[in-house]
């Protein structure tokens, strides 16, 4: 709220802050205008103009600090998409398949421009963990403070996600972390199809790469693009299944996001049902 309760007022500064505050507390990851900016596009002169809203312009406001122009943190985005989705996921498959390392698939996705998701995000969240583990961990996709921090599962949600496997003994030393998407939609919105489309040939060549003894789908989002199913996460929850992979099908249990059970706790008994279930096929070695 502004000090004269006119929408055109400009702010005081503590005023801003604050809001700005606010914002960041709420979950506001981006400031977008109402049409498309290439920033990179534009020359320095341009630059001012472009930044400023339709409604910025029309009232023309005077600023209140001259806030510096941050410098890109990305390689520019192209005008247009190089390829279409399919294409883009064709191109993906190919160029995931020919990986041949963990190290060529990181390699490889930090060059890949086939999905847009990476110049809105400021990081690749590629994995975390250790790779020779014999569980792997499929999540959703990084949330803010997984893109700053370039790891998966490091924010409250990973927290969680810690303490869970701490009650079975675990930790990140034993298992390997991906996620569906290595970069943060904007805003944590849920990822579109074609964003699974050409993002998920590199997570099925990270597990064909990786080949864990087990899997564990944290979440709908998880479960839904490994099993190829729309079968919902609380029917699909604490049931094993399998994950073809390279010719080995190889078990896979879904279980509650962790993310879900910081909002729904009571859930949490079912979780540890999954959890105890996990054990016990962890604890009966290698199916023969
Ligand atoms: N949620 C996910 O699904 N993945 C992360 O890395 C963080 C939160």
């Known amino acids: 709220m502004n000090r004269s309760g006119s929408p055109s007022d400009p702010l005081a500064p503590d005023e801003a802050a604050a809001l700005l505050a606010f914002y960041v507390e709420a979950g506001v990851g981006e400031a977008l205008c109402d049409a498309p900016v290439d920033r990179y ?5 341009a630059a001012p103009a472009a930044d400023a809203t339709r409604a910025d312009r029309q009232a023309a406001p005077a600023p209140v600090a001259a806030a510096p122009k941050p410098a890109p943190l990305r390689p520019p985005a192209p005008a247009a998409l190089p390829l279409d989705d399919a294409r883009a996921a064709e191109s993906a498959r190919e160029i995931a398949s020919a990986c041949k390392t963990l190290d060529e698939l990181r390699a490889a996705l930090e ?22 583990a014999r569980l792997m961990l499929v999540g959703e996709a990084p949330g803010r403070d ?27 030393t034993s298992v390997y972390i991906v996620n569906t998407l290595p970069w943060r939609p904007p805003g944590n919105r849920t990822p579109t199809p074609a964003e699974h489309a050409v993002c ?7 597990i064909e790469l990786v080949a864990p003894e087990v899997l564990l789908l944290l979440g709908g989002v998880s479960a839904k693009q490994l099993l190829r199913t729309d079968t919902g996460i609380t ?5 094993w299944s399998t994950y073809n992979c390279g010719g080995r099908d190889i078990p896979a249990l879904p279980t509650l996001h962790p993310a879900y059970l910081l909002r729904q706790p009571a859930q949490k008994r079912l ?3 999954d959890l105890q279930s996990l054990k ?7 199916a023969g």
């Open 41 to 45: 596009a534009l020359d320095e002169a």
């Open 111 to 132: 060059t890949f421009e086939g999905c847009p998701l990476r110049y809105t995000a400021k990081n690749l969240v590629f994995a975390d963990g250790n790779p020779q």
């Open 146 to 172: 997984e893109d700053l921090q370039g790891l998966p599962f490091v924010g409250r949600a990973g927290q969680l996600l810690d303490r869970m496997l701490a009650a079975i003994g675990l930790d990140r």
């Open 200 to 206: 998920m040939p590199f997570v099925e060549r990270h």
């Open 235 to 239: 029917r699909l929850r604490g049931k």
């Open 271 to 273: 979780a540890w049902r």
């Open 280 to 286: 016990a096929r962890l604890d009966a070695g290698p």
